[in-house]
DNA sequence: GGCTATTTGAGGTGCGTACCTCAAGTAAAG
DNA sequence: CTTTACTTGAGGTACGCACCTCAAATAGCC
C-alpha cells in the first residue's frame, strides 16, 4: 500500500541494495542485463526516488551563482533583489544563491569570472552576458568541469549552455508592434524606436519581430531607424529631441530596452502629444509609475521572481540529475496595462 | 561553517535536544521562558530548520483534492489534466493530487463532498465553487477538522479558506474594457457584452471592472446588457443572432466567461465585421486558434499551470506549517495576443 | 519543608536514500 | 581448466529531524 523503497525495488528486482543503488546512481560495474532488470522492476512496481530522502543522504548543499552586468538599472537591482530573496526562501532546502556582478561587456571579466567558479565549488551559475567566442568557451570549460549553466535573459544560442531562462525577444518585439499598430488605429505616422545600443542581441531580435509584424500588419506606420542612447542620458536627451523636432507625424514610441529611464524623462521634459502610444520594457518602479499616469500605453515585461526562481529549478535539477517541469520553466511574455498591473506587494519577505 | 542542526540549536539555547524539539514542533510543556531562550538561540546561530529532513522524518504523505464543477468544458479540463501533471510531477515529492468533479450548481453536492474529505484522510482540498452559505459552513467544518482551505479560481471571500488561488475579476474586467477601448479608436459604437450568466460573482466582477473602465476612459463606447448563454449552443445561437442583428454599431463583443466555445462558433456562423474587436477569457485550444486565424482579438488569461502548482505549494505549506513566498503565489491577469501565445509544448510530459 | 504538578533531560528509533568496504560470486579469455 | 577481470551481495554508517518513553529535576503551593 505504501510507496515501494529502494528495499522493494531490490527485492522485486532480485538483486541487492547495492545493485539498485548502483543502478540509480548510474555507477558502473553492472552488467547490462542486470540494469535492465532493475529498470523493469522499477516500471512493474512503480517505483519513484524519494527527492526527499535522496538530497538528505547526499549531505549536500547547491550554491548557485547569478553572473550579471554591473550596470546600474532598475532591472537588474530588481534581479538582485530577487535572487536574495528567493535565496532566503531556499535555505530551508539546502541551496544558496548569489549574484556576482561583472562588466559583461569585456569577455575578458566575463571568462574570469566564470573561471573562478569551480575554484569556489559553485554548482551551477546563471549567466547574463552577450555572446563572444571567448564566453562561448568559457561557458563549455564550466561545463566540463561539471558545473550546471544556463543563459539568463540574455540567451547565448552558439554557446554550450544547458538551457536558456528568458523570453524569446523576436516575439517580444512583434508583441510591441501589435499592441503599437492596434492602438494607433488607421491613421498613417511614424514610430520611433529607442534603444541603448542596437548591438545587443535582444534590441536585434526585437527590432526584427517589430519590423516584420509592422510591415505585414500596419503598412501603414513608418517605423524609425533605432535610434541608440548609449544609456547616457545628455545623449539620450539629444538625439530624442533631434528625432522628435524631425517627426512631425508622430504617433507612436517604442522603448526597446530594459533601461527606459533617461529616455522617459527625456520624453517627460521634451513632452509629447498626449495621445502619443508609448511602450516600453519590463516592470520597474518608473514604468508602472508611467503606467498608472498614462505616460507609458503599455508595458511589454517577464517575471523576475520566475526567471529567478525557474533559473534555480533548472540549475538545482541539473546538478541532483533530477526532471524539470517544462511546462512551469517557459518564461511568458506579459503585456501589462494600467488595468492588470500586479498590485504592490505589502510584505516583500518571505511570510508564513 | 556548515549548517547548525537542532543539535547546535539545543547547545547554543543551553537545553536538551528534547526540549528544542518541543518549541520547534510547539508541543506543550515548555515554559515560557525557555521558549523564548531557544528562540534566541535561533535567532543568533542562524539555525534554519531543514525541511528535507523534516518532512522525511516526519514519514508523511500529503494528499491534495481538486473540488471542481462537472461541467465539460476545456478550460475544466485543462486543470484537470495540469492538477494531474502536476501529481506526476510530486511524486517525488510525497505529494498526491487528485480532482473531485462535482454539480457545483447545487450547494449540497459540494457540502456532502467537503464532509467527505477527512474521512479520506485528505490533508488539504482546494474548491472551485460558488459561494453559498451552505458551502461556507462546509469549509469551516473542514478548516476545523485541520484541512487547509483554498477557494480556487472562484474565491469565496466570507468563508474561511486560507486563501484565494486566482485572479481578480473585476481588473480582469478593467483590462477587457482598456484593450477594447484601445483598440477600437475614437469612432462610437456598441460593445456586445456577452457571458455564460450573469449570476456568478466572476461575471458580476468582470461586468462591474468593465463598465467602470467603459464609462471613464471610453465614454464615446456603449456596452451592451449583459447577454446570457446559458451555456446552450442553441440559446447561443440566438440571442446572439437576435443582438446583432439589433446592433448596427457593433464595434466589439465581450466574451465574459471562460466557456467561449458556443458564443465562439455562433459568431462565425453568423458572421461579423473583420474588423470587429473580439475579446475572450481563457487560453484554449479554441480560443489559440481563434487568435492565430484573428477572429479574437485578445485572450485575457491565466495560466492554468500556475494556478494549479500554486494551490498546492500553498496547501502543502499550510499541511506542513512551513512559510510561503507571497511573490510566486500571485496570479497574474495575463493578456495574449498572436503575437505572444506560448509555443505548443511538444511534450506535455515531465521530462528532464 | 514537604508535597504535587509541571518542566526538562537523556536516549533511543526510524524515515528513504547515498555511499563505502570487503568478500564472494560469475563470466570471459587463454 | 585456470586465471583474471568484472559483478554482485551483505552490511554498515550517515544525513537532520520527528516522535516516543521514562526518569530526574525544578517550580509552585500551602
Request: glycine fraction near 6%; proline fraction near 4%.
Amino acid at each position: 500500500m505504501s510507496k515501494p523503497t529502494t528495499r522493494d525495488l531490490a527485492a522485486a528486482a532480485g538483486v541487492s541494495l547495492a545493485t539498485v543503488d548502483r543502478v540509480l546512481n548510474g555507477r558502473d560495474g553492472v552488467r547490462a542485463k542486470t540494469i535492465e532488470k532493475v529498470n523493469a522492476a522499477i516500471h512493474d512496481i512503480g517505483f519513484v526516488r524519494d527527492q526527499t530522502a535522496a538530497t538528505l543522504a547526499r549531505k549536500r548543499f547547491y550554491y548557485f551563482v547569478f553572473v550579471l552586468p554591473d550596470r546600474q538599472d532598475e532591472f537588474l537591482s530588481l534581479i538582485v533583489s530577487s535572487v536574495a530573496e528567493a535565496g532566503r526562501a531556499l535555505r530551508h532546502e539546502r541551496v544558496t544563491a548569489r549574484t556576482l556582478r561583472v562588466p559583461t561587456n569585456d569577455p575578458h571579466s566575463v571568462v574570469q569570472a566564470l573561471g573562478a567558479l569551480a575554484r569556489d565549488g559553485v554548482d551551477g551559475v546563471a549567466v547574463m552576458a552577450p555572446e563572444t567566442p571567448q564566453t562561448r568557451d568559457a561557458i563549455q570549460r564550466v561545463r566540463d568541469q561539471g558545473i550546471a549553466v544556463v543563459t539568463f535573459v540574455a540567451d547565448q544560442p552558439n554557446a554550450a549552455r544547458d538551457r536558456f531562462i528568458g523570453i524569446n525577444d523576436v516575439d517580444a518585439g512583434r508583441t510591441a508592434a501589435t499592441l503599437i499598430g492596434r492602438f494607433c488605429g488607421a491613421a498613417p505616422g511614424t514610430v520611433l524606436v529607442i534603444a541603448e545600443t542596437i548591438q545587443s542581441r535582444d534590441s536585434l531580435d526585437r527590432r526584427h519581430g517589430f519590423d516584420a509584424v509592422v510591415q505585414q500588419d500596419f503598412p501603414h506606420l513608418h517605423a524609425s531607424p533605432t535610434i541608440e542612447t548609449y544609456a547616457d542620458s545628455a545623449r539620450t536627451e539629444r538625439v530624442l529631441s533631434n528625432a522628435l523636432a524631425a517627426t512631425p507625424d508622430l504617433r507612436a514610441i517604442y522603448l526597446m530596452s530594459s533601461a527606459s529611464a533617461a529616455a522617459l524623462s527625456a520624453l517627460d521634459a521634451h513632452g509629447v502629444a498626449p495621445d502619443c502610444v508609448v511602450i516600453a520594457h519590463e516592470l520597474t518602479s518608473l514604468t508602472r509609475q508611467s503606467l498608472i499616469s498614462g505616460r507609458l500605453s503599455a508595458v511589454i515585461t517577464q517575471d523576475i521572481g520566475h526567471l529567478v526562481r525557474s533559473a534555480l529549478r533548472v540549475l538545482r535539477a541539473k546538478a541532483e540529475n533530477a526532471p524539470t517541469v517544462e511546462s512551469q520553466e517557459r518564461i511568458r511574455i506579459e503585456i501589462l496595462l494600467e488595468a492588470n498591473l500586479p498590485r504592490l506587494e505589502e510584505t516583500p519577505e518571505v511570510s508564513g
